[in-house]
Structure formats: structure tokens, C-alpha cells
């Protein structure tokens, strides 16, 4: 994989370490590919502040998408104080004092069951502000290959299955929600759409809106944009609906990474390079996905000639990021760049073991302008604490 444009223009030496670079010239191109779909098919593309929520960037964003999806009331927030276009809500299940703060900041909010959904709707009603409200729907298809990210799987608690769908209780619902994606093309929404179709299209002409989820790798080079396009259009002619896509990772693909120091290097079976960096608490999805991160100028063991097993800073034994081989030995205070660090990994981040968050930071590839946003030390652990 080849480096960023980012990397050529940086002195890596003078970057914090550990640190997540996001380049807003990276950001520009993706929002591009996703605006021009919007365009196209008039569909409306929404941030899902699960994937990416680095807020310094948000003027940028909102140039581009409608607004935000929440996973809970925090998130929705944040997207209401610092993205303030629509704020869309979802979540496996709101409290009523949850609910109470929602009503005064959410355009749309989706309930998992129709339970809740008759348990709050007074509390719609009496809001203040117009807000829309669906239903999500499990379609019991699944296209995901890791059963944690398989949101249609056997014994899923999100979404209502067929069979427990309640038609006599859409009264109030404008619109259907559904995600079965994860980092996957088009034909993945292709075969979605026509299980979607053949067990809840009876309803879709009923409703204002449909959201097609996340999970749509829509920035990625070989994703197949004009397929996309005719199964929105598609959709939305048939059932005269407006229809949303909430993408996370596509907005910030191949947007940023994180440059990490190594701080020594040890022997146990094979060399180990210890980094100022965890698996657990800066790349928490590299041990549950799991996955094994590139980094610029290394391969793996049998690739290079020199090898290494990197291994993080905290006491948990499983604390590996992999093992990747070099053209030249490392040393104590040798950087790595880890790629492709800007979504999931960022909002993921943890100070178990009381290791430090990185640093975050801005980069411009085009202007070769560089900012440092923020630092995180002692108080932002402590404070999680008591």
C-alpha cells in the first residue's frame, strides 16, 4: 500500500508520537465521491459519528452531507452543537431521561422495537420541534464476513424480523431503517435490497423515507458507484421515497494515520519492537475485528528481510498489533506510520493501563499546513475515573 500524499510532505520527526494525522485534502476527495452520488440520484448522505467524529473538521463536512447519525443522545449532541444540519437518531434502546434531552435536538429519531416506539411516542408528540421517526428493520440477511460487525446475524437483537413486524402500529412512523453492510461494494446492497423488498416493500409505500444503513465503502477505489446509484433510484421512484445513506469510514477512508515511535526492542522467539502505541487502547478493532493494520515501508515477515512482532505499550498480553518485516533493522526511536488511521480507530481510542490517548492532529496535503489540535495527559485519564 502506498503511503498518503500526506507522508511525503511531513518531517515525521518534528510529529508528536504517538499521533492521528487527518488530511483534510483526503477528506476533500472523499466528500467529493459522496456529493457527486448526491447529486446524481438526490439521495441524502449522512456522518456517522460511530466511524469518524473528529468535530475540528466538520465545517468542512457539512459543505458536502445533511447532517449526522447518532448511536445515543452524546453523539447527537455533539452533532447538534458542532455539525448542526439534521440530526438523525438511532439506538438499541433510549431511556426516558434520554429521551427527554433527544426530543429537544433530534430531527428523526428510530426506534428498535415498536415497544418503544409506543412507549415514547407522547413524548414525540409534545416535543417542541418536528421530529420524524421510523423503524428499524432486520431483514435476517447478513452479508458481513466477522460475526461481531453482523448486525442480521442468528439471536441479533437490532431491528424488528418480519415476523414481528406490526403494521397495525405505523401510525406516526415516516420512514424504515436498515444496515447489513460492513466495508462492502454495491452487489452487498444489491442482494439487501431485494430481501428488503420482497418482505417489507408492502410498507415502504407507506413511508416518507428509507435509510439504507452504513457500511457502504463508497470512497474506496473500486467500489461500484453507478450500481449504487440505479438501486437508489431505483428505490426511489418505486416507493416515492427520500432515501439516506449513513457511511462512516467512507467519509474519512484513506484520510489519516498514526505515526508511533518505537521504544525498545526485545528477544522471545523472534525480535519484538515495543511502540508507544496499544492494540488495546489506540487500535481496539486490530484485537476485535481483528485486523492486521498496514504501515508504510513494511510487508510481512517473509516479504523484507528483517522481521518483528510489534507489541504495545500496556500489560495485556495480547497487546500485538502483528508481525511485519522491514527493509532495514528497527531501532529505539524508529518511526512507523500506521495507515488508513482516521475512522473507527480515532473514536475507539481508551487509556486502559493508563495509557495515554495520541495526540490529534491537522494536516493539509495540498497547502502543507500542519496543526496540532489537541493533546490529552493526566486529567483526561483521571477524569474517566471518579
Known sequence: MDALPLIAGLDLEQVPSPCFIVDQAALRCNLAVLDGVQRRTGCRILLALKGYAMFRTFPLIRRTLHGICASGLLEARLGRETFDREVHVYSAAFSPADMDALVKIADHVTFNSFAQWQR???????????????????????????????????????????????????????????????????????????????????????MDWVNFGGGHHITRADYDIDLLCRLIDAIQKRYGVQVYLEPGEAVALNAGVMVATVLDIIHNDMPIAILDTSAAAHMPDVLEMPYRPEIVGAGRPDEKPHAYRLGGLSCLA????????????????????????????????????????????????????????????YEDYRMRLS
Do not use: W
Not at 146 to 170: H, K, T
Not at 200 to 205: D, M
Open 318 to 377: 495480547g497487546d500485538v498489533i502483528g508481525e511485519y518485516a522491514f527493509d532495514a533493522p528497527l531501532t529505539v526511536g524508529s518511526r512507523l506510520v500506521f495507515l488508513d488511521m482516521a475512522h473507527y480507530s480515532m473514536v475507539k481510542t481508551n487509556t486502559f493501563n493508563g495509557v495515554a490517548l495520541p495526540t490529534l492532529a491537522l494536516y493539509d496535503s495540498d497547502s502543507g499546513n500542519f496543526e496540532v489540535v489537541r493533546t490529552f495527559g
Open 120 to 206: 415514547f411516542r407522547s413524548k414525540i408528540a409534545a416535543a417542541s420541534r418536528p421530529i420524524r421517526c421510523g423503524i428499524r428493520i432486520n431483514p435476517a440477511h447478513s452479508e458481513g464476513t466477522v460475526p461481531i460487525y453482523d448486525p442480521c446475524g442468528p439471536g441479533s437483537r437490532l431491528g424488528v424480523l418480519r415476523r414481528d413486524f406490526q403494521p397495525d402500529r405505523l401510525d406516526g412512523i415516516s420512514g424504515l431503517l436498515f444496515h447489513t453492510l460492513c466495508e462492502q461494494n454495491a452487489d452487498a446492497l444489491e442482494r439487501t435490497l431485494a430481501v428488503v423488498e420482497r418482505d417489507f416493500g408492502a410498507f415502504l409505500n407507506q
